[in-house]
């Protein structure tokens, strides 16, 4: 599908958290539709983004502190309010706060129209986007392979190099 072969851009997806599993899958379908031969490497937390289930993805408000927390339901006024700065940090600690923070999530991006997260992937996949997950990850957390959807390679971190060294114009991002 690539249009211009001598442009690539690779991706190295290292988050597992539903909304940092959003960029990667973006950036590479997009790149695709532009004609760029693009691949992303997964390792680490990433991995968890080509699971078969995806269920158990979550939003982290702890690990964001940029995060704008704006309700996805109310009145205008109400969902106009960005929450994040008026709640501090320990509320994020809280038990259950990740589940509520998620289901708001899945929550804005349906009433936005964004496609979940398994739809760009899928979306990705038709573009002919590489898939490359990291074995030695794989191994380290115990994964078996069977875990994983369909279309992807298990290589080692010098495959990476490979794949992203074989153009003549690379662009990587770390994600």
């Not at 190295?12 to 590479?28: E, N, Q, R, S, V």
């Not at 379908?29 to 031969?37: F, I, Y």
């Not at 158990?56 to 995060?67: R, T």
Request: glycine share 6%.
């Amino acid at each position: 599908m690539a249009v211009n072969s001598n442009t690539k851009l690779t991706i190295i997806a290292t988050k597992g958290t539903l909304d940092w599993g959003y960029p990667p899958f973006i950036l590479a379908s997009t790149a695709a539709a532009l004609g760029k031969d693009v691949s992303i490497f997964f390792t680490f937390y990433g991995l968890r983004l080509l699971l078969k289930d995806t269920s158990s993805l979550k939003v982290s408000p702890i690990g964001n502190p940029d995060m704008p927390m704006k309700m996805p339901m109310g009145p205008d006024w109400f969902r106009a309010i960005d929450w994040a700065p008026k709640i501090p940090n320990i509320v994020w600690q809280i038990p259950g706060i990740e589940t509520f923070a998620t289901t708001m999530m899945k929550k804005t991006i349906k009433n936005t129209g964004v496609a979940p997260l398994e739809e760009l992937r899928d979306l990705c996949q038709e573009a002919e986007v590489k898939f490359l997950a990291c074995q030695m990850t794989v191994d380290l957390f115990g994964f078996d392979h069977k875990q994983f959807i369909d279309g992807i390679e298990f290589v080692g971190a010098a495959s990476y190099f490979e794949e992203s060294n074989d153009s003549t114009c690379t662009q990587s991002l770390y994600m």
